[in-house]
Nanobody, 114 residues
Framework: VQLQAFGGGLVQSGGSLRLSCAASGSTAGLGDMGWYRQVPGRQREFVALVTRDSHVNFADSVKGRFTISRDNAEKTVYLQMGSLKLQDTGVYYC?????????WGKGTQVTVSS
């Protein structure tokens, strides 16, 4: 199982960015998919999650600004980020649960500038 994230980059404060993450492997057993982020010196933190039935959950810090969605047939999860703030800067990691096991992508850098 491999997860490949796309869409990171440099964006100005207040701007938008869309991340996507494609998973390899069978759709059978694929459960929750989500995103986490990490900045140097800090622990990885939860950003957003979408269940197989498209129920969503967000960190308080991104509620109202980020949306998450998934395409089960394509095994892809999307994170639409809006009204970006400097503190949204970090490496964003895709996460997926397969048959109860957590898998992680390599991460994609998001940098928000003033």
């Amino acid at each position: 199982v491999q997860l490949q994230a796309f869409g990171g980059g440099l964006v100005q404060s207040g701007g938008s960015l869309r991340l996507s993450c494609a998973a390899s492997g069978s759709t059978a057993g694929l459960g929750d998919m989500g995103w986490y982020r990490q900045v140097p010196g800090r622990q990885r933190e939860f950003v957003a999650l979408v269940t197989r039935d498209s129920h969503v959950n967000f960190a308080d810090s991104v509620k109202g600004r980020f949306t998450i969605s998934r395409d089960n047939a394509e095994k892809t999860v999307y994170l639409q980020m809006g009204s970006l703030k400097l503190q949204d800067t970090g490496v964003y990691y895709c996460n997926a649960v397969w048959f109860g096991v957590n898998y992680w992508g390599k991460g994609t850098q998001v940098t928000v500038s003033s």
